[in-house]
């Protein structure tokens, strides 16, 4: 396979995925990095297809238009890379690097002779390299956010190789004044073709991390209460149900807030989920540091799992949640709200079902002492 063959493969694979991605910037589930990593795509498409074209007529003004496109591609995707890791960077400095390396080249091209000649193939050669090494800095945070999946160790592979080679390829060009861009050396149909299996990890990678993460969050919806931010019933009672298959000692608490129905008669439903945001804050924060389970049961009920042995009797955690909850429900709404408690103990049942059928059995005789 010829290089002006490669070129033009690497330019529709840049084509391919830009479109792919760029359906799915409207998305909501989308991610922040999608846009500006299609438009990086949609650049490099455009380098490639210039650099073809510029090969085929044998245009030295063309080339020159094609690498400048080619180092804005890189740059771009610098962005989308820094966005996907969450890197905070100062988009002053990507265009920067971009005017710089820009100014470079334009320098080297026009001062080193006409036609293709390695004094070109050095310089794009390690202006790319900075870009590239970026990228596999910004992959390599992702990788280490996301032990668990396998798309950001592609994407660190993928870019990690390409800048190696293009480093490596500015070397071998040095000393040789013969390197040119169509010269059929070993280092030089490499580094093309890795561009082309390059563009294909990327696209892949990226994609596929993209996936992964709608995914999530579409299972995280199905699992999460929207109002509370804590696990809705079928997610609570699944949790419980491996606490107890898992043969864990713990104590199921039904929650129930009180009066909650005269709040929202009073003082309107919008009042009445401030109080339920509230509360699933505090359960929230309960489960994180106790190691518990906490979920919206309907309505003004809730449920919470206490394993045996905590840091602070259970007694206590009841207890400053009452006060929490007293204090920041008057602080928020200028009333103090309390709540009722019917506990059970994960030895008095033996399925989930129940165990929160006793639980709910006390909650109700605590509710009617009120």
């Not at 960077?89 to 265009?95: D, E, F, G, T």
């Not at 864990?248 to 009180?258: A, G, H, K, N, S």
């Not at 840091?311 to 204090?327: C, G, K, N, T, V």
Request: hydrophobic share 45%; proline share 2%; glycine share 6%.
């Amino acid at each position: 396979m010829d290089i002006l063959t490669i070129i033009v493969l690497t330019g529709i694979t840049n084509l391919t995925f830009a479109l792919y991605s760029w359906q799915q910037v409207n998305n909501p589930e989308s991610h922040a990095a999608c846009r500006p990593w299609a438009q990086a795509q949609f650049i490099k498409a455009i380098s490639f297809a210039v650099y073809a074209i510029a090969l085929y007529y044998a245009s030295n003004d063309l080339r020159w238009v094609a690498n400048l496109v080619i180092i804005l591609g890189c740059w771009a995707e610098v962005k989308a890379y820094l966005r996907l890791s969450k890197t905070q960077i100062s988009a002053l400095y990507l265009v920067s690097g971009f005017v710089l390396s820009s100014a470079i080249f334009t320098l080297v091209h026009f001062t080193s002779g006409d036609g293709p000649n390695n004094l070109t193939v050095v310089t794009i050669s390690f202006l790319l390299v900075v870009p590239l090494g970026m990228n596999v800095y910004a992959l390599y945070r992702l990788s280490r956010q996301h032990l668990g999946s396998v798309f950001p160790k592609v994407l660190l592979a993928v870019n990690l190789f390409i800048t190696l080679l293009c480093f490596m390829r500015g070397l071998f060009a040095v000393n040789n004044p013969d390197y040119i861009i169509t010269q059929a050396v070993f280092s030089n149909q490499l580094f093309m073709f890795t561009t082309f299996i390059s563009a294909l990890g990327n696209g892949i990678g990226f994609i596929g991390f993209l996936k992964e993460r709608s995914d999530e969050k579409l299972q995280k919806r199905a699992n999460i209460d929207y109002l509370t931010a804590i696990h809705n019933r079928q997610s609570f009672e699944k949790a419980v149900s491996v606490r107890i298959q898992e043969g864990e000692r713990f104590t199921l608490y039904f929650i129930d807030i009180d009066k909650f129905k005269a709040v929202n008669d009073r003082s309107g439903h919008a009042t009445g989920d401030e109080v339920l945001r509230i509360f699933g804050k505090l359960l929230l924060k309960l489960e994180t540091n106790m190691l518990g389970v906490s979920g919206r049961l309907g309505g003004e009920e809730f449920g919470l799992l206490l394993p045996t042995n905590t840091p602070i009797a259970h007694e206590q955690i009841i207890s400053q949640l009452r006060y929490d909850f007293a204090s920041q429900s008057e602080l928020n709404l200028g009333e103090a709200m309390t709540f009722s408690v019917g506990a059970c103990a994960s030895e008095q049942a033996n399925n989930v079902q129940d165990l929160m059928r006793h639980a709910d059995i006390l909650l109700y005789d605590a509710k009617r002492k009120l």
